[in-house]
């Protein structure tokens, strides 16, 4: 007979659970007391958001669940907008949560939520433990589930009776999963389509950048000298230094981009995912669309493609490949004179040398000192516009935004657990001031694990993003403007290095600095968003309506 709380660790040792981010409460204790001597390691944070944050991104860089743990209550309460953030963003996590004894208590309705039924909107398994001998089939269960197409998050409620139970249950093996194959007439069909239309572009969106389909995607477009372009949350899939990326769809109208995807007659959608703003609309009688992914489309009002070829999206992708014949007919000259036009206004700013800096001289900084596999997480933000547009990703997974819950506080969290599954990669947060004071404790977290992360913050003493919105739509500044704490010595506080930009000359020097020296290194940088309207709502509207 094995005690209940020894069975789930087995259980998730089992799954090769490697991290339990989180903060343990009295109704965790069984638990807590069966992982002293796993092999499972239990990283302690400051705050259960940070804690859910952290699994999200371990379970986004891995493809497997993140796992993050919380008491009941208020602790479970507090993983909320983490199961949204991985839920939407398609991240595979499993949060197990405390829960008083169900079977016999004498507390009363003390700290008690039906915390199962509050999960179950935000995830795609929730359930609670009544018997230690279902430990097995539930854990095996909630990391199917998290993980296999379209991931996302699980929980489990392990009540404090039950985790002292027995059981006498063996675990499940894993298996290896296989991903369907593509229909070959779906692939001679979208062939066939390919070679018809005039001027086809090519969509690459977040669910190929979950599945490596990099390569296979490479191949067709050097192959056929197709334009592609990317989603926030698909940059990095094909290296966007290709004479062929036409840039990333990071405003929902009037950019460059959308003058191409216009004139496009057919757009070959490759990993589309629903929770991204979209980057087209369809109209009935306008272009048409080919759906590759894992599941058939959601068909709305402004989207519902001609075809779907379903399967695994690197197997679709590499039998169109193999099949395709380039056309003389396709006309991408067009596409040619957007791109060009791309290169020439995202780099207008790089050099500028004023003091605040503008974001478009920030990413350029980064992007210059970082190595092609350096990570940079993002929290949420007016500067995920400017990263999205002018940040070129070379590989996948360097630049982790979120494009779906876009929640504030994440950025901090990312990073940490980019560091910890890549511990000999360059990582690097850029955080908004709003959004790092959300989670900035966890400061102390990353410290005390010894973490070496640069965290940038962009200082302009407000919500920035909304001020940037306020004025699009014609409104007065008001109700957005606060006071920040000295960030230097704020850092220092926690035994991390504190540093503020003084020059725009400064920058470049302080980050090689902070790169290059072990630590947890926190610069404060004034930010200048004085041109965002003028750019992003007026002029590139003008400009690219000129094309």
């Not at 690197?314 to 040619?336: L, P, Y």
Request: glycine share 8%; charged share 25%; with cysteine.
């Amino acid at each position: 007979m094995t005690k209940a709380s020894d069975l789930f660790v087995q259980a998730l040792e089992n799954e090769g659970v490697e991290y339990i981010f989180g903060i343990p409460g009295e109704e965790n204790l069984d638990l807590l007391n069966s992982l002293k001597d796993s092999k499972i390691r239990l990283l302690l944070t400051r705050h259960e958001q940070g804690a859910g944050f952290m699994a999200a991104t371990y379970g986004r860089l891995t493809g497997k669940p993140g796992v993050c743990l919380s008491t009941l209550g208020p602790g479970a309460t507090n993983l909320v907008t983490p199961a949204a953030y991985a839920q939407l963003g398609a991240m595979p996590m499993l949060m197990i949560t405390g829960q008083k004894p169900i079977k016999k208590s004498k507390q009363g309705r003390f700290q008690i939520l039906d915390v199962v039924d509050m999960m179950r909107p935000i995830t795609k398994y929730t359930r609670q433990v009544v018997s230690a001998n279902n430990i097995p089939s539930i854990i095996r269960e909630a990391f199917r589930l998290a993980s296999e197409e379209r991931p996302g998050a699980a929980h489990i409620e392990l009540p404090e009776d039950v985790a002292a139970e027995t059981a006498e249950e063996p675990l499940f093996d894993v298996p290896q999963v296989r991903r369907p194959a593509p229909d070959p007439k779906a692939i001679k069909e979208a062939i066939q389509m390919i070679e018809a239309a005039k001027m086809p572009l090519i969509l690459i969106g977040a669910g190929a950048n979950r599945k490596r389909t990099g390569n296979a995607l490479l191949k067709l477009i050097e192959k056929t000298g197709i334009y592609f372009f990317d989603t926030q949350m698909g940059k990095g899939v094909v290296d966007n230094r290709h004479d062929q990326h036409l840039g990333t769809a990071a405003l929902s109208s009037n950019d460059y981009l959308h003058y191409a995807i216009d004139r496009a007659d057919l757009i070959i959608n490759v990993g589309h995912d629903v929770i991204e703003k979209p980057p087209f609309f369809m109209e009935h009688g306008g272009k048409k669309v080919i759906h590759i992914n894992f599941f058939s489309a959601e068909v709305d009002q402004v989207y519902f493609p001609d075809l779907d070829v379903l399967g695994d999206i690197a197997a679709s992708v590499w039998d169109i490949m193999e099949g395709i014949t380039r056309q003389s007919h396709w006309d991408f000259s067009f596409f040619k004179k957007v791109d060009e036009e791309v290169e020439s206004h995202i780099s207008k700013y790089f050099e500028d040398e004023r003091y605040p800096m503008l974001p478009q001289r920030i990413v350029n900084e980064i992007r210059n000192i970082m190595p092609s596999d350096g990570i940079v997480t993002l929290d949420n933000g007016v500067y995920k516009i400017w990263f999205a547009r002018n940040y070129k990703c070379y590989e996948p997974n360097t630049l982790l935004l979120d494009n779906a819950l876009a929640t504030m506080g994440a950025g901090l969290p990312s990073a940490m657990a980019a560091k910890l599954i890549h511990p000999d990669k360059k990582v690097i947060a850029v955080c908004g001031d709003g959004g790092f004071m959300m989670n900035s404790q966890e400061l102390e977290t990353a410290v005390r694990e010894k973490l070496h992360v640069v965290v940038i913050i962009l200082n302009d003493n407000a919500y920035g993003m909304i001020k940037w919105k306020q004025e699009g739509m014609g409104f007065d500044n008001f109700g957005l403007d606060y006071t920040n704490p000295d960030f230097v010595k704020y850092a220092e506080s926690y035994g991390a290095f504190g540093h503020r930009i003084t020059s725009d000359a400064d920058f470049s020097k302080t980050l090689d600095h902070c790169l290059n020296t072990e630590g947890v290194h926190v610069i404060d940088c004034p930010v200048d968003y004085s041109l965002n309207h003028a750019i992003l709502n007026v002029k590139i509207k003008e400009k690219a309506k000129a094309l």
